[in-house]
């Protein structure tokens, strides 16, 4: 964790929201703020959507508007400070996405974290080899460096390590496809190697893996999709794709995501159950 205030992406957030609230509740509209306090209209949406960092002084304008006091300008000024901080995501911007790196800063306080992932193992649960190969497979597509490989597989075995083996690690629940046992990436060894580890990894207390068959009924035509739940932060579904990546934060739709990772894990294997057939794959690939 990048301190132990937790992640300043979603300070950055919780610090826009709670000041877009404290400006509702004084009935006041970005407009009519933003002129009292001499600024533009666009500054006050950017601060508080948290694509811009508002300083201390900015806080103590805003404070002075919305007639606070006390404790709560206490409180803005912690999640400020919070905000500021440094994520260890930040180590490895110049070889991720923007939006991963946004991503990273979000699950790094997730309390659950639910994955779909019907082509390949979820990257928290990969190893090293695996994840080099899954990299490489897009390598000439994406245009990745020598060293941007090298990074990316840093970053996400930095990740596992942060989100999985953390003191409060979060809830994982993955379902992922059948077919993503049986798709190779680099040597069969690499194959072999990957699924014992993933049935390491799915006795841990907090990892729950299951396994939709081939010969299941597939209720849900749908992409990879991640949820994440927070304990004060509205749930986030992220969504990625060949070249970019987004968001669903529209409640009614992240609902909707939320009933699709239900209709997809009703038919999948349980967790016994889908430790039987990783260790068969695994068996499969020692030939």
């Not at 996400?156 to 994982?172: A, I, K």
């Not at 194959?191 to 893996?209: K, T, W």
């Amino acid at each position: 964790m990048p301190s132990q205030q937790g992640s300043p992406t979603v300070r950055r957030l919780r610090l826009g929201q709670e000041l877009r609230l404290l400006r509702e509740r004084r009935k006041l509209t970005g407009a009519r703020a933003a002129r009292d306090l001499g600024w533009s209209a666009s500054k006050v949406s950017r601060i508080e959507a948290a694509k811009t960092m508002p300083s201390t002084d900015d806080i103590k304008a805003l404070a002075k508007l919305y007639r606070l006091e006390g404790d709560k300008v206490d409180e803005l000024f912690g999640l400020l400070r919070d905000a500021e901080q440094r994520g260890w995501w930040e180590d490895y911007e110049d070889a991720l996405p923007e939006e991963y790196t946004t991503f990273l800063g979000l699950e790094a306080e997730a309390t659950f974290q639910r994955d779909w992932e019907p082509q390949v193992v979820p990257g928290l649960l990969q190893t090293e080899d695996y994840a080099r190969e899954v990299i490489l497979a897009t390598r000439g597509i994406a245009r990745i460096t020598h060293s941007g490989v090298r990074s990316r597989v840093e970053a996400r075995l930095d990740r596992q390590e942060r989100v999985l083996h953390r003191p409060d690690p979060c809830v994982l629940t993955v379902v992922l496809d059948e077919s993503a046992l049986t798709r190779r990436f680099g040597e069969p060894s690499v194959m072999r190697e990957q699924m014992e580890h993933l049935l390491e990894m799915s006795v841990l207390p907090h990892v729950s893996v299951h396994v939709l068959p081939l010969d299941a009924l597939h209720p849900v035509n749908t992409g990879a999709f991640i949820h994440l739940k927070f304990s004060a932060f509205d749930d986030v579904v992220y969504l990625e794709q060949l070249y970019t990546a987004h968001f669903v934060d529209d409640l009614e739709r992240v609902a909707g995501y939320e009933m699709a990772f239900d209709h997809i894990k009703s038919e999948a294997l349980d967790e016994d159950e889908s430790r039987v057939l990783i260790q068969r794959k695994a068996m499969l690939w020692r030939r």
